[in-house]
């Protein structure tokens, strides 16, 4: 798997990774990002990291002690927009992974 990695010390406008945590821990690299990052660790809380990430925005999540309804958390807008995009590619992967189909031959 290849991935882009700027160079060290070199900064880009408006770029820079995002770091989720999901099940697992989860890594963007965006150049969409609506202001230069203030400094090269910015905590989640802090109020000019959220606006640089486009704000938060609600998704609904199982967490495990719900019965009828997901948890609703607030995610960086880049999370929101892979989940809304790739939500039925990460699907079909998981369908295909339990049903696997023999090839004709």
Same mark, same amino acid.
């Given at each position: 798997?290849? /991935? *882009?990695?700027?160079?060290?010390? #070199?900064?880009? /406008?408006? /770029?820079?990774?995002?770091?989720?945590?999901?099940?697992?821990?989860?890594? *963007?690299?965006?150049?969409?990002? *609506?202001?230069?990052?203030?400094?090269?660790?910015?905590?989640?809380? +802090?109020?000019?990291? =959220?606006?640089?990430? +486009?704000?938060?925005?609600? &998704? #609904? !999540?199982?967490?495990?002690? #719900?019965?009828?309804?997901?948890?609703? &958390?607030?995610?960086? /807008? =880049?999370?929101?927009?892979?989940?809304?995009?790739? +939500?039925?590619?990460?699907?079909?992967?998981? =369908?295909?992974?339990? +049903?696997?189909? !023999?090839?004709?031959?």
């Amino acid at each position: 798997m290849e /991935a *882009f990695v700027p160079l060290r010390g #070199e900064k880009v /406008a408006r /770029a820079g990774y995002v770091i989720w945590l999901d099940k697992k821990v989860v890594v *963007f690299y965006t150049n969409d990002l *609506f202001c230069d990052v203030p400094g090269d660790l910015v905590d989640h809380t +802090n109020n000019d990291a =959220i606006k640089c990430v +486009n704000g938060l925005v609600p &998704i #609904e !999540r199982w967490m495990g002690g #719900e019965s009828m309804h997901r948890t609703r &958390i607030m995610a960086p /807008a =880049i999370v929101a927009a892979y989940n809304l995009f790739m +939500n039925g590619v990460d699907r079909m992967d998981q =369908i295909r992974s339990v +049903n696997p189909r !023999r090839r004709r031959e």
